[in-house]
């Protein structure tokens, strides 16, 4: 491809992602304006005013203390793919992460992940493997989700039935976990196969850097083991925020809630998450009996406070420098 047809591709695609955009954009502006007609606004406000703004601290406390755990995360997946030089360091990549993470929550999530690549590659690491550890370290998380949904919804809570879902969301999850594994073991045979198709070579060096964090046992411990603690970080968040409604919310009900609200922000046809998120926590909770006037405000204040609980990314971004890395500096390996 020349350089010529590549500039004549750029505006199209620069189109496509406008339309992307917009089209989340609706589908967020619809799910609220659904909801202004069944909730209450006085009744809104009453529940605003009642709120416990200390709970609410140490939910955002919670949020902002998963920063580090993702960056702890992120450099075992750069170690395992031996993409780690002498500028990347832990502080490095916390910044990074924090910055990435901030971006996720004021634009579409796809462009924080974007950031944290392009922030690595400036220290000197390739596109490539900034790119797939990126990718995998995305994929980790929504793996774990979907790990830890399938083992919360067996377990008995008031919520778990999600309205006569469980059983469909049980097998859709456990069809997941399934391919994902079944994926695993295939690797090695799937990127031979890969490797022979001149447009697929780029998959084949995705899956390529997939095993090696595999096969890094150690490294894989210390991935799945940050990822854990970040999602159960975000049940406490859940409970932190229900105590500040004055709820006493049960664990299990509270991790339910965290597969229905961080599954349903996964779904990229909103922006994160918004609208779709609040649409099904009023749901599932009007069916315990919670005003939807209540349940409104406790999913938009979860997610104000992973917003605000991202701000310590935004402050990275302004004192944060980045200095590109010479033509020679590469990444180890």
Request: proline share 4%; net charge positive.
């Amino acid at each position: 491809m020349t350089l010529s047809t590549t500039n004549a591709h750029a505006p199209a695609r620069s189109k496509v992602k406008l339309l992307i955009i917009a089209g989340k954009l609706a589908v967020t502006a619809a799910c609220f304006w659904y909801l202004s007609w069944q909730i209450d606004v006085s009744a809104v406000s009453s529940s605003v005013r009642l709120f416990d703004v200390r709970w609410a601290t140490l939910a955002i406390l919670l949020a902002m203390l998963q920063i580090p755990l993702v960056a702890v995360r992120w450099r075992a997946i750069l170690e395992a793919l031996d993409a780690v030089n002498r500028r990347i360091t832990n502080a490095s990549i916390v910044a990074i992460t924090a910055i990435g993470l901030f971006f996720a929550q004021v634009l579409p999530s796809m462009m924080g992940e974007g950031i944290r690549a392009w922030l690595l590659v400036r220290l000197g690491c390739d596109w490539r493997r900034a790119l797939t550890s990126v990718v995998i370290d995305r994929a980790v998380g929504v793996g774990l989700l979907v790990a830890f949904g399938f083992i919360i919804l067996l377990l008995p809570s008031g919520l778990s039935a999600l309205g006569g879902y469980r059983d469909l969301v049980l097998m859709i999850y456990g069809m997941l976990l399934l391919a994902g594994a079944v994926g695993l073991l295939l690797l090695p045979p799937l990127i031979a196969f890969l490797n022979r198709m001149p447009y697929l070579r780029w998959v084949a060096g995705l899956a390529a850097d997939v095993r090696c964090v595999v096969l890094s046992r150690q490294r894989l411990a210390i991935v799945l083991s940050a990822a854990a603690v970040i999602h159960s970080f975000s049940i406490l968040i859940i409970w932190s925020l229900a105590r500040a409604q004055g709820w006493l919310l049960p664990s299990l009900d509270a991790a339910v809630l965290f597969v229905i609200m961080i599954g349903v922000a996964v779904v990229p046809v909103s922006i994160n998450g918004w609208g779709l998120r609040e649409l099904a926590v009023v749901a599932l909770l009007g069916r315990q009996g919670i005003a939807p006037e209540q349940a409104l405000v406790f999913s938009v204040c979860f997610g104000f406070v992973l917003a605000l609980g991202s701000l310590p990314g935004a402050l990275a971004w302004v004192l944060y420098s980045a200095v590109p890395a010479k033509a020679s500096m590469e990444c180890r390996g």
